[in-house]
RNA sequence: GUCCCGUUCGUCUAGAGGCCCAGGACAGUGCCCUCUCACGGCACCAACAGGGUUUCGAAUCCCCUACGGGACGCCA
């Protein structure tokens, strides 16, 4: 039998990062034993679904590299098939008509909670005939679950859990309107969608055992389960706002790899030894559900943060350079044009080294795609002092007399700094300055080489030019 | 309140009775490398929630307590 497992998130919201691991264990657990990976869209609730959520959520797979191997199933398109499974139970014997209304229901609970006591539905329309049903009341549809014994979960990743029966009350399966709940309507398509695994957050535990009474009231086989932890915020408690992100897309935006939050999702819950860096291939090697911990994990933003950079470097140089070029058009102060692609392809390897997001990584690229004379920081600024002007204006003159090649603009530097008896650091900052305008860059000699021999040179003019009447008198 | 689950460095975790006076990673600190910043290298800091059992021996088994989380809808 081919595995199959699915993620069925409801299209309330953007896709959240515990959705997302959820998803990714999904997917890892299919293509480990070569099964199917399918989407289900729990839109049943009119009120809160939107189809921006939806798309949002198919954005955030796709981004993620969590492919389908199904069109997404929709719940709320198969709202007959559910009803017809609830009248089939009520032909059987294994449901009933209820006729209590929402209000006395609410009233109930609210005044056992008052008084402190838990309450449950006590089943008074179970064994009543409906010929005493009160006129004008339409029913709904309850289970009639089993009320002695213990129902077994042999759950892949909590274990065994058995909850006493008593605990478990007729929940209601079809609602007085002829639609379904819930725990009746995953039950019916994960069996219809011949799922054999359900790997979902441990938040669902407790639905479990509801919805094993429907299984085993149909007569269907069930599927295995798998509760995965939660994931909570830095203070352990539920992932929100203030912690930072939270959606997928939202990661997207401010500059994370989907490979690196992929592999930091995976890692949180779970390990293989002291493995850290896992690839999606190894991922799909090495994931078994059994591996996965118990108890909740706490989000940690530097780590994620750290396996990005990883992945950054490892990046493809033609790819980060799409990126980079992708965000920079949307900066009004800069002129992109092909020998910009150009020079940020040349300066990617040495650029790529030093950035821990896309956003970081573009931002120091921007320098490339500027025109002299250059925005100065003010350190930058600071750095080109009279005597830095001068000395520019002949270490430019060197410069121009090599191939402009990484190698031979080392050769000159080192040569000028020697001769002039200046450390190579009291060339190289001020030139860095010059040419972008921060203090911080690759290597000189990498950078002079990707903004190439013309763009260097007007750069070191426009910066030594500036402060021409500079003759030792300068203040500060 | 009831039911269920969990608890190893700040965080993610290794650990399936002796290999553990507890290992790795991130973060932090210091040093090295060095034209800046990174990268990289080296080192330091730092944990078995508490109590009680079983055992020659427990982070690992069992019990209790504390704390944390989840679920208790004609929501999903």
Redesign the pocket.
């Known amino acids: 039998m081919t595995v199959r497992t699915r993620f069925a998130?409801?299209p309330?919201g953007p896709l959240h990062i515990g959705g997302v691991r959820t998803a990714l264990f999904n997917y890892l657990y299919s293509r480990h034993h070569g099964g199917d990976f399918l989407l289900r869209i729990?839109?049943?609730?009119r009120?809160?679904s939107t189809d921006v959520a939806t798309q949002g959520i198919i954005d955030s797979l796709d981004w993620l590299d969590l492919a389908r191997d199904e069109p997404p199933v929709f719940?709320s398109q198969r709202i007959g098939r559910h009803a017809e499974v609830a009248r089939e139970l009520l032909a059987a014997g294994r449901a009933y008509y209820?006729?209590?209304?929402?209000e006395e229901?609410?009233a109930e609970?609210e005044q056992a909670r008052a008084e402190?006591?838990?309450?449950?539905?006590d089943g008074r329309w179970r064994d009543r005939d409906p010929s005493e049903a009160p006129p004008g009341?339409t029913?709904?549809i309850r289970l009639k679950s089993e009320r002695e014994g213990e129902t077994t979960l042999e759950d892949l990743v909590?274990?065994?859990?058995?909850?006493?029966n008593i605990?478990l009350d007729d929940?209601?399966i079809l609602?007085?309107?002829g639609?379904?709940?819930?725990?009746h309507s995953v039950v019916v398509d994960d069996h219809d969608m011949a799922i054999t695994h359900v790997i979902r957050g441990?938040?669902?535990?407790?639905?479990t055992f509801r919805q094993i009474q429907v299984y085993k009231a149909m007569g269907w086989p069930m599927p295995r389960f798998a509760h995965i932890?939660?994931i909570?915020g830095?203070d352990?408690?539920?992932l929100s706002k203030r912690h930072g992100a939270q959606f997928a897309l939202e990661f997207r935006e401010q500059g994370f790899l989907p490979e690196a939050l992929c592999n930091y999702l995976m890692?949180?819950?779970?390990?293989h030894?002291?493995l850290?860096i896992v690839g999606r291939e190894e991922a799909i090697r090495l994931f078994d559900i059994i591996?996965v911990?118990?108890?909740?994990?706490?989000?940690?933003y530097?780590?994620l943060?750290?396996l990005n950079?990883?992945y950054i470097?490892q990046a493809d140089d033609d790819r980060l350079t799409r990126d980079v070029l992708h965000r920079l058009a949307h900066r009004p102060d800069l002129a992109l044009g092909s020998h910009v692609a150009a020079r940020i392809r040349a300066l990617m390897p040495a650029l790529k080294?030093?950035?821990k997001t896309i956003v970081e990584l573009s931002d120091s690229a921007a320098f490339l795609a500027r025109t002299a004379p250059l925005p100065m920081e003010p350190k930058a600024a600071a750095a080109l002092t009279a005597e830095a002007k001068l000395m520019l204006r002949d270490v430019a003159t060197d410069l121009a007399l090599t191939d402009f090649s990484v190698p031979s603009i080392?050769a000159a530097l080192r040569a000028f700094a020697e001769r002039s008896g200046l450390?190579?650091?009291q060339v190289?900052?001020p030139l860095?300055a010059a040419l972008t305008g921060s203090?911080?860059?690759?290597?000189?000699?990498?950078t002079l080489s990707a903004l190439g021999r013309e763009e260097s040179l007007a750069r070191i003019v426009a910066a030594a030019g500036s402060g021409q009447s500079a003759t030792g008198a300068t203040s500060d």
């Open positions: 998130p409801s309330t729990e839109d049943t609730d009120e809160r719940q209820c006729y209590c209304t929402p229901l609410a609970r402190k006591r838990v309450w449950r539905y009341v029913p709904a909590q274990g065994t859990v058995r909850v006493a605990e929940m209601i609602r007085s309107d639609s379904p709940m819930y725990n441990d938040d669902h535990l407790t639905n932890p939660l909570h830095a352990g408690a539920k890692r949180l819950g779970w390990s030894g002291d850290e591996d911990n118990r108890g909740a994990s706490r989000m940690d530097a780590k943060l750290n950079g990883i470097r080294e030093r950035a080392d450390k190579l650091g190289a900052q860095r203090t911080v860059s690759p290597g000189i000699d990498a």
